[in-house]
């Protein structure tokens, strides 16, 4: 059920959130790359969230990931 609630209720938000805090290019340019992988998984979404875009979004997600 907690996968349900992050997938269907707090994914479309976080999604937007990102976007609106590292701007379009930025975040297309991530989808891009994620898109690219051959096993996405939660992980590697933050992995490569912590690699492109550093501490203080990477901290935003944690805390984004821990209210579902």
């Known amino acids: 059920e907690r996968c349900e609630r992050l997938l269907y209720d ?4 976080i999604l937007h959130d990102l ?8 975040f297309l340019a991530f989808c891009k790359r994620f898109h690219q992988m051959d096993r996405p998984t939660t992980q590697s979404f933050i ?3 912590q690699g492109m875009f550093g501490k203080i979004i990477s901290q935003w ?7 579902v």
């Open 19 to 26: 976007r609106n805090r590292v701007g379009d290019d930025q």
């Open 47 to 49: 992995t490569l969230i």
């Open 10 to 13: 707090r994914g479309p938000i």
């Open 61 to 67: 997600l944690e805390v984004q990931l821990k209210e």
